[in-house]
């Protein structure tokens, strides 16, 4: 790939580190899930929140943070896989750190479309190509977007007793709906690039009849959308030719991260002196990603609080839920992405220095 593509990738990949951007969307993460759970804690007070606080057991306080950090561990891991076939030697902590830049950036932008190509950026500074990026990243997709549907299916033959509330109900099955015609899609287009270019002048036929120039615009975007997604399968196709196993891999990895994340739930349940069946506990928290994987929201913020909230309730005191939704995503979320911002800014500072 020549220069004048290289230079074409880093503009690309850098417009997500855009300062505006990140205040426009720390303002709307923060405000958001201070609103969420504000209500939670106003919904659900008791006047025994000091005593929960206080009677917390240490121990599995401290087994949920270092959870925590193999969470990240195999989250960065999970790429490593991949971006050291491309580039020997490339360090683990530079997959660590594209990770946090993720999760950071996923809390910023809405649908948390922005995680992408944060981790993207940093590890084209260690010098993955763009189409390899892609690639890692799609591969990374298809075993997420393989894994939810089956949890979230088997958690909902676990729950169907314990979701007592109709509307609940109704939005798990909704979100079912929306998450496997999203699969559907999705797939589609990974295989099917060309019908990608397609669907975009059949848009942009109709967008000429509103206004003229957008047709050139969503023809070119189009365009540029195939391109990309034929290179991707050239650099995906040449790879698992030659190791098919890194798919499994990743696969394993993807359920090896998730249900670290939903037995750390159990953990801090057993932090608060609680005791509840580990299979709802993971099975809630299953139904929890499942919902708020296509959130709207910066860092699915509000939506990720209410669900937790709103489902846990099936099997704890009020007392005790807003004070577990708050611990719960404050080390799943909040924390690290605080890293992650940390890792951002000095990637910032780096690139004005240059």
Excluded at 125 to 153: C, D, E, H, R, W
Excluded at 324 to 346: D, N
Aim: one cysteine or more.
């Amino acid at each position: 790939m020549d220069s004048k593509s290289d230079q074409k990738q880093e503009l690309t990949v850098k417009k997500v580190f855009n300062p505006k951007t990140i205040k426009k969307g720390a303002i709307y993460f923060v405000i958001i899930t201070l609103i969420s759970l504000t209500a939670i804690f106003l919904y659900t007070n008791t006047g025994e929140t000091l005593e929960v606080w206080i009677e917390i057991k240490f121990r599995f306080l401290l087994l949920a943070l270092l959870m925590a950090f193999f969470d990240l561990l195999i989250g960065g891991w999970r790429n490593h896989i991949f971006a050291r076939q491309f580039v020997k030697g490339i360090s683990h902590w530079v997959c660590f750190r594209a990770n946090l830049a993720n999760i950071f950036m996923a809390a910023m932008t809405p649908a948390q479309s922005g995680g992408g190509p944060a981790q993207w950026y940093i590890l084209y500074k260690a010098g993955l190509k763009l189409p390899q990026l892609v690639s890692i990243s799609v591969i990374n997709f298809i075993s997420t977007m393989t894994f939810f549907p089956l949890s979230g299916y088997l958690a909902y033959i676990v729950l169907k007793d314990h979701l007592e509330q109709d509307m609940v109900v109704h939005i798990v099955k909704v979100c079912f709906i929306v998450f496997i015609i999203m699969t559907i899609l999705s797939f589609s287009a990974i295989i099917f690039p060309r019908m990608v270019g397609r669907v975009f002048k059949g848009i942009a036929l109709l967008a000429s009849k509103i206004k003229a120039s957008w047709k050139e615009k969503i023809e070119k975007l189009g365009a540029a959308s195939e391109k990309s997604l034929f290179e991707w399968q050239k650099q995906s196709w040449e790879l698992l030719s030659k190791k098919p196993w890194l798919l499994v891999y990743s696969f394993l990895l993807t359920i090896i991260l998730y249900l670290n994340k939903y037995t750390l739930a159990y953990v801090l349940v057993l932090a608060f002196g609680y005791e509840a069946d580990i299979i709802v506990i993971i099975s809630i928290q299953a139904i929890v990603y499942f919902l708020a994987y296509f959130a709207p929201s910066p860092g699915a913020s509000g939506i990720a609080e209410i669900s937790i909230a709103t489902l846990m309730a099936t099997v704890l005191a009020s007392q005790y839920i807003a004070s577990f939704t708050l611990l719960y995503r404050s080390i799943l979320v909040f924390i690290p992405a605080i890293i992650g911002a940390i890792v951002v800014i000095r990637q910032l500072n780096s690139e004005l220095k240059n």
